[in-house]
């Protein structure tokens, strides 16, 4: 069965630092791939979303995510953290072939020190 | 960017009564979808829709029903709310992209639901 792992519950980090979230999927073929952010109580956000092509993704907000599939994995990055990007992540994929289907990751929240 | 609408915001109703979760896109996607999300949890699908008087269920067995009879609203409805059903429902719609199967899902605020 397809999932996806979020191995991080929580990561803290200080304001203006880099900051790295992990994503692992299971899938037998390359899936579509995406990241989400969720501020308290408030829907889904887009950051960012891999298709095919190039395998580095520049999303909103300076985030960018890498592909790489050799290691299954779709790892969000940022190079300065600003307060404001304090909220829960959520990877997600979605099959080729029922792409409608968004699989989640369980989130990872961030929290940022001032 | 999809502009997707939800009503209301936030809900607490006592066990027993009947509750529709509004839900609307302007953008004019076909496709629109149902997920519930307990708190610090992944989302999960309950129901999804390819268009007009089209409807399914999802992954996550769900007691509530939705119908689809306009493209841009997609109501979903508890009979009788019970305690269990407290959470967070989420209405999403897709664009589809250039290619078959890309399609990208874009959130609406969410409805929080409280059944004491």
């Known amino acids: 069965a397809q999932s996806v792992t979020q191995p991080d519950i929580h990561i803290t980090v200080s304001e203006g630092a880099s900051l790295e979230l992990r994503c692992n999927y299971s899938y037998g073929a390359t899936p579509y791939l995406f990241w989400y952010v969720q501020s308290p109580g408030q829907g889904l956000q887009l950051l960012l979303k891999y298709f095919s092509g190039d395998t580095l993704v520049q999303g909103i907000k300076g985030f960018e995510a890498e592909f790489k599939r050799s290691q299954s994995s779709f790892n969000l990055r940022k190079p300065s953290v600003h307060w404001s990007d304090a909220a829960e992540y959520f990877c997600?994929?979605?099959?080729?072939?029922?792409?409608?289907?968004?699989?989640f990751g369980s989130g990872t929240r961030l929290l940022v020190r001032p | 960017e999809a502009d997707i609408y939800q009503t209301p915001r936030y809900l607490v109703i006592g066990t027993g009564k009947k509750i529709t979760l509004e839900c609307s896109q302007t953008?004019?996607?076909?496709?629109m979808y149902w997920y519930q999300q307990d708190p610090g949890m992944e989302l999960h699908l309950i129901h999804y829709?390819?268009?007009?008087?089209?409807?399914e269920k999802g992954d996550l067995s769900s007691e509530s029903t939705v119908s689809r009879i306009r493209t841009e609203h997609f109501p979903l409805t508890l009979e009788s709310a019970r305690p269990s059903h407290t959470s967070q429902y989420l209405c999403?719609?897709?664009?589809?992209?250039?290619?078959?199967?890309?399609?990208?899902?874009?959130f609406g605020p969410g409805t929080r639901l409280l059944v004491l």
């Open positions: 997600a994929v979605a099959p080729m072939d029922s792409s409608y289907k968004l699989i």
């Open positions: 829709s390819y268009g007009v008087n089209s409807t």
């Open positions: 999403a719609s897709s664009e589809v992209g250039t290619q078959w199967g890309q399609e990208t899902q874009y």
């Open positions: 953008m004019g996607h076909d496709k």
